[in-house]
């Protein structure tokens, strides 16, 4: 009968090898621990058991002597079931030595950070609650300011920085339409076909134009306008005015008495508010168009019942809800934007923090009054 070989062993298996001797147990380590064979289903699944077994004591002696190869992921593995120290008997070549120091070194455990106490928990609470009234401070001041100005401009029209507000009003509402169109007509375009796949299940089509209107025109176009506008000319705002702090032109317009509320506040927050209202109504036409052309596509209703129906499903008064937000959108947001623009210390990393901080507050606040409005005027136009 012919006689089956026997397949020889592989020498580069990685394996570990106990023996007993006089002077206590010895564990050798054959093989290659390198990655490309630990890496390997067989050979991880055989060899975490027999590591698992030697718990780390004084009396196993580690041989690493008769090692073919070792890498860094096989001396982790070593490091790591020693417990993250030196054996006290252990074999092993100047090589493989540095290796395992190397290990060791950047393996070392990072520092558990020590739990606050709650006298320190109280006094970060309170820093929170004396930075929030900093702000409210010097929100209020400026809001002080303003009305200041406003008076100061009612008596004498003629020396308005007018030429500054237009400025502000083309900066900040022409060339925000086109981005505030886009985005109008996607999110209308989108709302539309979302609602008639369900509208289309109860045979009420009709009703598209009820749920596009009321929508759009009072709540998402001002909101989504103001959010735009926020994040596009609010940081725009507390970037320009950060920057006279960074170059020291408010320090030289208060040398030369310039009031720094009469020429840097009032003509943004008079542009604002008079420009957030065009760009609302602006916002919410285009996200009307994308609205009908999805139903047209979808359900089929054309965009002259779109317009038809649009008065009768829709009250005038939502419309001037809109208009009435987006002004104290506007006004807001400049506000916002002046403010921390002002508080902007002469340094690029405070103009950064400034400038997102900004951001994050004039869209938190837009949110918050939107949803003010709607408490408040819940039983107007519906």
């Not at 417990?83 to 455990?109: C, I, N, T």
Request: contains cysteine; charged residues 15%.
């Amino acid at each position: 009968m012919p006689s089956t070989a026997t397949p020889e062993p592989d020498e580069s298996e990685p394996r570990l090898q106990r023996e007993n001797t006089l002077q206590g147990p010895v564990v050798r380590l054959l093989g290659r621990w390198t990655v490309s064979r630990l890496v390997q289903a067989q050979v991880w699944e055989s060899l975490l058991p027999q590591l698992a077994e030697l718990v780390p004591a004084d009396g196993i002696s580690w041989s690493l002597e008769g090692l073919q190869r070792l890498d860094h992921i096989g001396a982790q593995l070593l490091w790591n079931h020693w417990g993250r120290h030196w054996p006290p008997k252990l074999r092993l070549s100047d090589a493989q030595r540095s290796m395992l120091e190397r290990v060791a070194r950047f393996s070392a455990e990072r520092p558990m950070r020590p739990r606050k106490t709650l006298w320190q928990r109280f006094t970060a609470l309170g820093a929170l609650v004396w930075r929030m009234l900093d702000h409210l401070v010097d929100l209020t001041r400026l809001l002080g300011q303003l009305l200041l100005d406003i008076a100061r401009l009612a008596r004498k029209p003629r020396e308005g920085p007018w030429r500054d507000v237009t400025g502000h009003i083309y900066h900040i509402g022409s060339t925000a339409l086109p981005i505030t169109a886009l985005v109008g007509f996607l999110i209308g375009l989108v709302l539309a076909y979302l609602t008639s796949q369900q509208l289309k299940q109860f045979g009420a089509d009709a009703f598209i134009v009820n749920i596009l209107g009321l929508s759009l025109i009072r709540e998402l176009g001002p909101m989504l306008a103001a959010i735009l506008v926020a994040g596009r000319s609010g940081s725009a705002i507390t970037a320009q005015i950060g920057v006279m702090r960074v170059t020291e032109e408010l320090d030289a317009m208060r040398v030369m008495g310039i009031p720094l509320g009469y020429r840097l506040v009032m003509p943004r927050a008079f542009a604002l508010a008079l420009v957030m209202p065009l760009v609302a109504v602006w916002t919410t036409v285009a996200a009307l168009v994308g609205g009908m052309l999805a139903a047209d596509l979808t359900m089929g209703l054309t965009p002259t019942f779109f317009i038809n129906n649009l008065p009768n499903a829709v009250q005038v008064s939502n419309l001037t809800l809109a208009m009435g937000k987006s002004v104290v959108f506007g006004f807001l947001i400049a506000l916002i934007g002046c403010h921390y623009g002002l508080r902007v210390k002469p340094n690029t990393e405070s103009l950064g923090q400034g400038t997102t901080a900004s951001v994050v507050t004039s869209i938190t606040v837009v949110i918050l009054v939107d949803a003010l409005f709607a408490v408040v005027f819940k039983n107007v136009g519906i």
